[in-house]
């Protein structure tokens, strides 16, 4: 059964672009949750999926975006990049119908913003 | 607003000894628990969760964890460290179909 599959692994960006992250769930699952890491902040919370619908969000600002196709692929957005979005962008996805928070995670996206 | 804390950030052991770390939250009412764990290079992965039912949870590799309901705590336990549990260890807890929360996080290091 293959694993969560995030895309790009790697990419480096300069202040003021865009990006954007695609994440595949494990085959059956339709909750897709972005988080971002970094050494300082550990694990933020950016926002959840269920059936194309954001069921929760985090506190980060409106630059950031996601979606979720009807397939359950999961795609987020970060608009006018600043130096601070420099993080991994971890994916998880979960089978549950209620967030009982047994989450299968990706190896992430690693954004550089220079 | 819910949050998890982890007080130790980085805890440095020698291979056999005995294992403790710390995990607090701050929800009251019913709560699921749950420690993940990140070896170098590699993705985050379940180690043991709580839902409900007997508060001494067993995990993989040995781990174990004692729901404390009194202590509003979820330490996470091993009697003897290898060096391959060398990771960082995320304590997390979740409330109905709220968000998970993680903890800031311990880097383990285990010197042979």
């Known amino acids: 059964k293959a694993g969560v599959t995030q895309t790009p692994r790697y990419l480096i960006k300069t202040r003021g672009q865009q990006v954007t992250l695609s994440c595949s769930p494990i085959s059956g699952h339709r909750s897709v949750s972005w988080y971002q890491q970094t050494p300082g902040q550990g694990l933020q919370f950016l926002f959840e999926?269920?059936?194309?619908?954001?069921?929760n969000k985090g506190n980060f600002p409106g630059r950031f975006s996601g979606r979720q196709f009807s397939n359950s692929r999961s795609e987020m957005n970060v608009s006018t990049l600043e130096l601070g979005d420099s993080a991994l962008y971890l994916c998880?996805?979960?089978?549950?119908?209620?967030?009982?928070?047994?989450?299968?995670f990706g190896e992430g996206s690693r954004l550089t913003v220079l | 607003a819910q949050s998890v804390s982890q007080h130790n950030h980085h805890v440095i052991l020698s291979e056999a000894a005995s294992l403790e770390l710390g995990c607090n939250y701050s929800y009251g009412g019913t709560v699921n628990l749950f420690w993940y764990v990140q070896y170098p290079g590699q993705h985050l992965q379940l180690l043991l969760k709580?839902?409900?039912?007997?508060?001494l949870v067993k995990g993989i590799k040995g781990f174990e964890a004692e729901f404390i309901k009194s202590k509003f705590s979820f330490n996470l336990r091993k009697p003897s460290v290898q060096w391959s549990d060398t990771a960082e260890y995320f304590c997390?807890?979740?409330?109905?179909?709220?968000?998970?929360?993680f903890g800031q996080g311990t880097r383990l290091t285990i010197n042979p």
């Open positions: 997390a807890g979740v409330q109905g179909a709220q968000k998970l929360v």
């Open positions: 999926y269920f059936s194309e619908t954001q069921r």
């Open positions: 709580y839902f409900s039912g007997d508060p």
């Open positions: 998880a996805s979960s089978l549950d119908t209620l967030n009982t928070g047994e989450l299968f």
